[in-house]
């Protein structure tokens, strides 16, 4: 199975500051026909997950632009830039490239 | 709008057996898979598996075959999870998602309880 590493575990911020998530994959997210299905979701507290991106840098409709997907094959980046009190919960990487599909273990993103 | 609502909550002893649904509405039911999510309390997501809802065909990951079964009444727009021998490691709130390579709509959630 596809492993997805999260660092970091947990990640202090100050509202108004940049957060940088890292998620790597133990083999290429590339699919066969030439897409990377790597997404994120963040879950806040006593919430179901939402998606945020999709195939790696594409905001899902109605997610502010203040949050940006990078990376390829195996290894992917979010950056949230400018901290709000609402971006506040556990990121998750989810890989649906290879079955079976996998999440990462999670990123909190905590107030300092 | 699109939505996914979930039955109620769950409190289960060991070796029962507990079915929870998934009513979609706002959209064309069998255009989308529906994927189903476990989280044990406290801890992370873990990827259950999805279900065809076209053809009916259920794909399961390893750790949920055999006591785990994914269904269908597409006539009512419903996706169901049944789990029978129930364990305490059952225990967690039980999501399910809309899917066609990403998750974009999700269930409420269901917390099952298995306790004897």
């Known amino acids: 199975d596809v492993v997805l590493t999260q660092t970091p575990v947990a990640q202090p911020v100050t509202l108004g500051d940049q957060a940088s998530i890292s998620c790597r994959s133990s083999q290429s997210l590339v699919h066969s026909n030439g897409n990377t299905y790597l997404e994120w979701y963040l879950q806040k507290p006593g919430q179901s997950p939402q998606l945020l991106i999709y195939k790696v840098s594409n905001r899902f409709s109605g997610v502010p632009d203040r949050f940006i997907g990078s990376g390829s094959g195996s290894d992917f980046t979010l950056k949230i830039s400018r901290v709000e009190p609402e971006d506040l919960g556990v990121y998750y990487c989810?890989?649906?490239?290879?079955?079976?599909?996998?999440f990462g273990a999670g990123t909190k993103l905590e107030l300092k | 709008q699109i939505q996914l609502v979930q039955s109620g909550p769950e409190l289960k002893k060991p070796g029962e057996s507990v079915k929870i649904s998934c009513k979609a509405s706002?959209?064309?039911?069998?255009?989308?898979?529906m994927h189903w999510v476990k989280q044990a309390p406290g801890k992370g997501l873990k990827w259950m598996g999805w279900i065809n809802t076209y053809t009916g065909k259920p794909t399961y990951a390893d750790d949920f075959k055999g006591r785990f079964v994914f269904s269908l009444e597409a006539s009512a727009s419903t996706a169901n999870l049944q789990i029978s021998n129930l364990k305490n490691e059952d225990t967690a709130t039980y999501f399910c998602?809309?899917?066609?390579?990403?998750?974009?709509?999700w269930g409420q959630g269901v917390m099952v309880t298995v306790s004897s």
């Open positions: 706002g959209y064309t039911f069998t255009d989308y898979a």
């Open positions: 989810f890989q649906a490239t290879h079955d079976p599909n996998t």
């Open positions: 998602a809309r899917g066609r390579s990403l998750l974009d709509y």
